[in-house]
């Protein structure tokens, strides 16, 4: 097909694709929805705690989690969970640390851990990949 304007009045719209920010927005909103259906409790998103930002902090059955979440669209190049390396899991464990001991969302019971999920925006629809205790074994306790 030809374009029969001059080039200074043909135009394309391209609509620029969202920025990393939207992007993981949108990866916590789905996360919060399927955790959320699962019986979680979302109590808090992007929550900071000095330096650091845990995306989401769930709850159920006693056991409070930080969730690392991580998007992955088509243009992608590493899966989501092969994204988190030494240094972000020592950061994860350094604010679930910071978290825990600043007594927010928990009570004398509860446990706590870190989990990962994987948002996959390849498809018609997104999917979900969820790694509880993704990071350590390590449980923090209230004793």
């Keep these: 097909m030809r374009c029969d304007l001059p080039s200074n009045q043909c135009s394309v719209s391209v609509k620029p ?3 990393r920010v939207a992007l993981g927005r949108i990866g ?5 929805d399927y955790l ?4 979680y409790s979302i109590l808090a998103c992007n929550l900071r705690v000095k330096s650091s930002e845990i995306d989401l902090v769930a709850k159920c059955d006693g056991v409070v989690s930080l969730v690392e979440v991580r998007v ?3 243009r992608s190049f590493e899966r989501a969970l092969a994204s988190i390396d030494a240094r972000k899991r020592e950061r994860l464990i350094v604010s679930a640390s910071r978290f825990w001991r600043s007594g927010l969302y928990r009570e004398r019971s509860d446990r706590l851990r870190i989990d990962v999920a994987a948002v996959s925006l ?3 629809a997104p999917t979900v990949e969820y790694v509880t205790g993704a990071v350590t074994d390590l449980q923090f306790s209230a004793d």
Excluded: D, H, K, L
């Excluded at 916590?28 to 919060?32: H, K, L, T």
């Design 28 to 32: 916590e909103r789905i996360v919060a």
């Design 122 to 124: 390849e498809g018609a």
């Design 17 to 19: 694709p969202p920025s």
């Design 72 to 74: 992955r669209t088509r």
């Design 36 to 39: 959320f259906v699962r019986g």
